[in-house]
């Protein structure tokens, strides 16, 4: 069962522009939802991160916004730069459950 | 203070061997998860653990796979009679405290192949 989903492979975008990546999740339960970046042959880093009882964080160049009523939140990177060229996912978590539930991942191109 | 290390990075057995994959998780943390990654998919958790105790492996495979973290020493991933399947990217991380809005810090990844 995909409790997380990202439903766009891939994005590319323009740098300078705005990137936005989307995610959507069926379990009201989540407590948290983070953001984690990927480049090949690395461990995840993490992102961002926002609370359910949020409906939008910001860290610099990062925004993450929740619709909890939509159960979907999206990633806002503005101006998006080249080096933020790596695969992002979303994760969703539990506190009640222990898991993390991860999407599968969008990869973002910036093009120079 | 070093990141998660795991070893080995890359990991070739044939089918049927035994596969042992190593995680030192971050200084002061007690919490280590596993989690697979098979090519163009997500990270699908395996196994969550504390020191000395599972705490939750539903995402373990029944058969074949097991995981420790013993008192001491490193969490050991290890796969029995490995298949092609079992092909993948495994990670692990580790926190400080159990799943919260905290973010866990994940290790290289061992790239494992099986022949």
């Known amino acids: 069962d995909q409790q997380v989903k990202q439903n766009s492979p891939s994005l590319s975008v323009q740098e300078g522009r705005i990137s936005i990546l989307n995610c959507d999740y069926t379990?009201?339960?989540?407590?948290?939802f983070l953001w984690y970046k990927k480049y090949p042959a690395e461990g995840p880093t993490f992102l961002i991160s926002?609370?359910?009882?949020?409906d939008k964080n910001e860290d610099g160049r990062f925004t993450v916004f929740l619709n909890k009523s939509a159960k979907h939140l999206s990633l806002h990177i503005v101006p998006s730069q080249p080096g933020d060229s790596a695969v992002y996912f979303c994760?969703?978590?539990?506190?009640?459950?222990?898991?993390?539930?991860f999407g599968a991942g969008t990869r973002l191109f910036v093009k120079a | 203070n070093a990141g998660v290390m795991q070893n080995p990075r890359h990991l070739v057995r044939r089918r049927g061997q035994e596969a042992r994959l190593r995680c030192s998780p971050m200084?002061?943390?007690?919490?280590v998860y596993w989690y697979r990654q098979l090519p163009e998919e997500g990270l699908k958790f395996m196994v969550y653990?504390?020191?000395?105790?599972?705490?939750?492996e539903s995402g373990m495979p029944k058969e074949r796979f097991s995981a420790e973290f013993p008192k001491e020493g490193p969490s050991i991933l290890r796969i029995q009679q490995v298949v092609r399947g079992d092909s993948a990217a495994y990670f692990c991380?580790?926190?400080?405290?159990?799943?919260?809005?905290?973010?866990?810090?994940f290790g290289p990844g061992t790239r494992l192949t099986v022949t």
């Open positions: 926002i609370s359910s009882i949020k």
């Open positions: 994760a969703a978590v539990n506190t009640g459950g222990f898991k993390t539930i």
């Open positions: 991380a580790s926190s400080p405290r159990s799943p919260s809005g905290d973010e866990q810090y």
């Open positions: 379990n009201s339960m989540f407590d948290y």
């Open positions: 200084k002061g943390h007690s919490h």
């Open positions: 653990l504390q020191k000395e105790n599972i705490i939750d």
